[in-house]
């Protein structure tokens, strides 16, 4: 007995679900195809907007920019995975048993991939800085130093002042010895420090798309293509000359000169020393 394709009902009409090519045809003219690349998928399923007239997707003058109306409607259905079970286990070669409860995003992801690693071993990312490996473990809210258990590490937290927008990086000031973040006082620094350094390297958002779209409620594959996928990335050292640290030397070695000079003379000085903030970023 030939196997009865399962279907679905959009709006009153029967549609034919392809699995294996993510399709739907209209079970009256099958010609009349509706791609699920074509839908805007959401992780629990797919959604697109249908116009009734034409048994398609709505174009976009037809819908008014997608508002919905007597013929344009916002519909939702369910993974693949749930409208075809049997095809979707053909497809991956597997069994119904073996791809239960998972979303087409999970059984897309190639096994033995780094995708596969992150999303199904739930592996870390890692992070070099200054030569010394780091965990990005952003549910943590910090950066953990591999085989360092006596090191805090740096928090999110610490380095969140840091951020800078225009290089859309962050930059901060770094302690290789104790794996930290370690605070710079622009205020006072009269030397370049000896034990600090300098680093920078790129959002949160790029070292662990996997782990900030868990964390701030973004659909699982969200802004993730599996061929660019990194699981590996390395902080870059800046050289002090591309910070403002010297900057803020120089105004403090004037100011020390200036109170040294005017020290004598047990009177006001005769320009006034120049007011700054701690200033946070680098």
């Known amino acids: 007995m030939e196997k009865i394709p399962p279907a679905i009902d959009i709006e009153g009409t029967e549609f034919i679900i392809n699995a294996a090519r993510e399709e739907l045809s209209e079970k009256g003219d099958l010609k009349n195809i509706i791609s699920f690349k074509d839908m805007f998928y959401l992780g629990h399923g797919y959604q697109f907007h249908y116009d009734t007239a034409a048994k398609n997707l709505a174009r976009l003058e037809s819908g008014l920019s997608f508002k919905e109306d007597g013929t344009v409607k916002k519909i939702t259905i369910p993974n693949l995975n ?3 079970p049997s095809g979707m286990a053909e497809r991956y070669n597997t069994t119904v048993e073996n791809i239960k409860g998972k979303t087409d995003f999970e059984l ?11 999303w199904n071993q739930r592996k870390l990312p890692i992070l070099k800085i200054a030569g010394h490996p780091f965990f990005v473990d952003i549910a943590a809210n910090r950066l953990r130093p591999k085989d360092d258990f006596k090191s805090k590490g740096i928090s999110l937290d610490q380095i969140n002042g840091y951020y800078d927008r225009l290089a859309h990086a962050y930059i901060f000031p770094y302690n290789p010895k104790t794996h930290e973040f370690q605070e710079i006082d622009h205020l ?3 030397e370049l420090p000896k034990d600090i350094i300098v680093v920078k390297f790129p959002p949160l958002q790029l070292l662990d798309r996997v782990g900030w779209n ?11 293509r ?3 996928f990194q699981m590996q990335f390395k902080a870059q050292t800046l050289p002090w000359a591309q910070t403002n640290i010297p900057e803020s030397i120089k105004l403090n070695l004037e100011q020390k000169q200036m109170r040294a000079e005017n020290a004598p003379l047990r009177k006001k000085p005769s320009r006034e020393p120049i007011q700054r903030k701690r200033r946070r970023r680098l």
């Open 188 to 190: 006072s620094i009269t």
């Open 82 to 84: 749930e409208l075809d």
């Open 108 to 118: 897309a992801i190639r096994p033995g991939s780094l995708l596969e690693l992150r």
């Open 214 to 224: 868990v964390k701030y409620g973004f659909a699982p594959f969200n802004c993730i």
């Open 226 to 228: 599996e061929k660019e």
